[in-house]
């Protein structure tokens, strides 16, 4: 996942481990808070980010279609590094750990490894490696990281 030197809005370009784009994260430029679509790249929306400017902390809702995927909410009290409860509606909530330096994300759910995200230090966009295993939702995973950058690294917009 990368995202886009110039571009309006956050916007990412999503490759596969072979380097053929298969999405694409388009911000939209003029709304209240973040707002995002995942799209495939024939256009079909996947997800929509979306961010909620009445909450305690930085939250924000995965819409896939009318349905609710998830709320990610950054934890607010944390001495060392960032944490994101990804809340999916049934016993499934995702955690997800960084390390000091916001570069390396783990995925977890009830302390079991789900998926790793790696940010690469040397780059003029922020860049990451997206380890999504088989048999988990990778738009959900990816949609998670994009709200994890937009928190974390909101500095460099």
Same mark, same amino acid.
């Given at each position: 996942m990368q995202q886009k030197w110039f571009s309006f809005g956050n916007d990412y370009a999503i490759k596969d481990a072979a380097g053929a784009d298969v999405l694409r994260v388009d911000g939209k430029v003029f709304s209240i808070g973040d707002k995002l679509t995942l799209e495939a790249m024939d256009g079909r929306e996947m997800a929509v980010i979306d961010q909620k400017l009445l909450s305690w902390g930085p939250t924000y809702e995965i819409w896939k279609g009318s349905r609710l995927a998830a709320v990610v909410k950054k934890s607010i009290f944390t001495l060392v590094r960032c944490r994101f409860t990804v809340d999916v509606p049934g016993p499934d909530d995702l955690l997800a750990e960084g390390d000091f330096w916001d570069h390396e994300y783990v995925f977890s759910r009830a302390g079991r490894?789900?998926?790793?995200?790696?940010?690469?230090?040397?780059?003029?966009?922020?860049?990451? /490696?997206?380890?999504?295993?088989? /048999?988990?939702?990778?738009i959900l995973i990816l949609a998670s990281a994009v709200v994890i950058d937009l928190c974390c690294h909101q500095d460099r917009k």
């Open positions: 490894h789900v998926a790793s995200v790696s940010k690469k230090y040397f780059s003029w966009t922020d860049t990451y /490696g997206i380890d999504v295993p088989h /048999g988990e939702d990778p």
